[in-house]
């Protein structure tokens, strides 16, 4: 079975695309298969990838049905022998979505787009929007799991519960099983002391801690932070399959 995992917080700034994008990549290094969809009409994780926008098939195009996903998949680099591939977004993802919000059922888009090519991918990881609207509930209605990023703030763990009340209603009106992995701290200052306070509060359910980093080190710190949650907490903990 494909793990779909959705890395979604109703709070904006909570480190949503680099936990999809790191996360997609550790899994990826370690020999797994995986697609990362971004799912964002800012298109911030298909700038990662350091792909034009505008050009090219892209998720909306998915959505709509003038594209096969097959027909979206782009390559992403990875020093294993893995298949790794993101599919772009762009700023249609807009219009696609208010489209899709006139559809009746309109909660099944992404499922039918991704279905053709789940059985290639161990993992597929999909960077939501922050907005609780059309696309965040057909990723919910997809996906098998959730991680929720969070900064050490009341404002995102706001958003956490928010994501957290939505994920059950998405259980209930769908009868859809969504395992809820977890939360991730990103962006954590070395010396907080309300930051401290936040994680013994909230420990329970922390994946792991992400540091706040920046000069010429800081993407090697930053995916050592996350490829220690994928080897310890996601893999050999049993949590993906």
């Known amino acids: 079975m494909t793990n779909i995992i959705a890395i979604a917080n109703h709070k904006g700034g909570a480190g949503k695309t680099t936990s999809a994008f790191y996360l ?15 799912l964002d009409d800012q298109a911030t994780l298909t700038a990662r990838y350091q ?12 959505l709509d049905g003038s594209a096969h996903m097959a027909d979206t998949l782009c390559q992403a680099v990875t020093p294993s022998l893995s298949t790794f591939h993101y ?11 208010a489209r899709m919000q006139a559809a009746s059922p309109n909660h099944m888009f ?47 763990y706001s958003g956490r519960l928010r994501m957290e ?50 000069g010429a080190d800081a993407d090697e710190r930053i995916h050592t932070a996350y490829d220690r949650i994928v080897a310890d907490e996601l893999l050999q903990a049993g949590a993906l399959c």
């Open 24 to 38: 997609a990549r550790c899994l990826a290094d370690r020999g797994r298969n995986v697609l990362v969809v971004d």
């Open 51 to 62: 792909r034009d926008a505008s050009r090219g098939a892209s998720i909306a195009d998915a």
């Open 87 to 97: 599919v772009p977004a762009d700023h249609r993802l807009s219009w696609q979505a």
């Open 110 to 156: 992404l499922t039918r787009a991704l279905r053709p090519v789940l059985r290639s991918y161990h993992d597929v990881v999909l960077d939501c929007p922050p907005s609780a609207g059309i696309i965040m509930i057909n990723a919910l209605a997809v996906a098998t799991h959730i991680i929720i990023p969070v900064t050490a703030s009341e404002e995102s």
């Open 165 to 214: 009340i939505m994920v059950e209603e998405i259980r209930g009106l769908l009868d859809h099983e969504i395992l809820h992995l977890g939360v991730i701290v990103t962006m954590r200052a070395a010396r907080s002391n309300s930051q401290a306070r936040w994680e013994a509060q909230h420990g329970a359910s922390v994946l792991g801690v992400v540091p706040h980093a920046v």
